[in-house]
């Protein structure tokens, strides 16, 4: 079972960035794709950014993120990115990594739904002040 562990999150003010890591534990993480969500509370979890096993192939929420974010991962550090840039106070949430078994996730629609995912961290809180 892969372990996931989001860091990088915190208090920002609008217009800076940040850079959330997700570091995975355990086998399989360079098998599996990944996806960033993020959620406030009382609201439906939102697809971010997807990326391949081979991460030859990122997709975008591209409603959402609007060309300010971007995912990047290394297998080799079993580690996922996802850097955030013009950050706006609506980006306010907690922001999720989590790995799915389908390698090639991203390169359909379905990399969207969370339940396509079998794999989540903790979690980790963004907080944009205006």
């Known amino acids: 079972q892969v372990q996931l562990v989001e860091s990088g999150g915190g208090l920002v003010q609008t217009g800076g960035s940040l850079k959330l890591s997700c570091a995975a534990s355990?086998?399989?993480?360079?098998?599996?794709?990944v996806g960033w969500f993020r959620q406030v509370l009382g609201k439906e979890r939102e697809a971010l950014a997807g990326i391949t096993f081979s991460g030859t192939r990122a997709t975008y929420n591209v409603e959402v993120v609007k060309g300010r974010f971007t995912i990047t991962r290394d297998n080799a550090k079993n580690t996922a990115d996802l850097l955030m840039l013009s950050l706006k106070p609506e980006d306010t949430a907690v922001y999720y990594c989590?790995?799915?078994?389908?390698?090639?996730?991203?390169?359909?629609?379905?990399?969207?739904?969370?339940?396509?995912?079998?794999?989540w961290g903790q979690g980790t809180q963004v907080t944009v002040s205006s």
């Open positions: 989590a790995s799915a078994p389908n390698e090639d996730l991203p390169r359909g629609f379905r990399w969207k739904k969370p339940e396509e995912y079998d794999n």
């Open positions: 355990g086998r399989g993480f360079g098998g599996r794709a």
